[in-house]
């Protein structure tokens, strides 16, 4: 199978656009530290960094700003969001930034540079109770409790 075979349809959160290219930026995040008297650093790895994606898109033809009013819609809508890249399949990415170019020499074709990160769930900090803490905390007050009613029953 060629890698034409493999390409996908370009979409995102159902609006359809062309491509002409991309970019894809991935690495780790890196925190170098350098200190007085020491001729090496010391890089600690803090996890993988956040996956980018800049797209080259296009629209082209009669009706072209139709489709564009609507791809402008669905990326201006907040949250993430299903992109279907034509090279590296499905994924979920919030829109970080749209740039749009139309000439009169270029009329029936819209240019597109479409800036998306991938995103994930937000697991921390989270908004769940923290039940370490209140165990703590409920110890505590059953500790004094007991310490007060002995004191009652006990004490001069």
């Known amino acids: ?3 034409r075979d493999r390409l996908q349809p370009a979409s ?37 960094r956040a996956r980018e994606f800049s797209v080259e898109a296009f ?18 809508e907040a ?3 299903v992109l279907v890249h034509p090279y590296l ?7 970080r930034e749209v740039r749009l170019h ?13 800036d998306f990160v ?5 697991e921390y900090p989270s908004d769940r109770p923290d039940r370490a803490s209140a165990a703590t905390a409920a110890a505590g007050a059953a500790r004094q409790a007991l310490r007060g009613a002995f004191l009652e029953s006990y004490g001069p």
């Open 1 to 3: 199978m060629s890698w």
């Open 12 to 48: 995102f959160r159902g609006a359809a656009f062309s491509v002409q290219g991309h970019e894809h930026e991935t690495g780790r995040r890196v925190a170098v530290h350098e200190y007085p008297g020491r001729d090496r650093p010391y890089a600690e790895d803090l996890g993988r």
């Open 59 to 76: 629209l082209v033809g009669a009706d072209y700003m139709a489709a564009r009013d609507r791809l402008l819609d669905v990326l201006e």
């Open 79 to 81: 949250g993430p969001g």
């Open 89 to 95: 399949g499905r994924r979920t990415v919030s829109c």
């Open 102 to 114: 139309e000439t009169a020499a270029q009329g029936g074709l819209c240019r597109l540079t479409l």
């Open 118 to 122: 991938e995103s994930g769930r937000n």
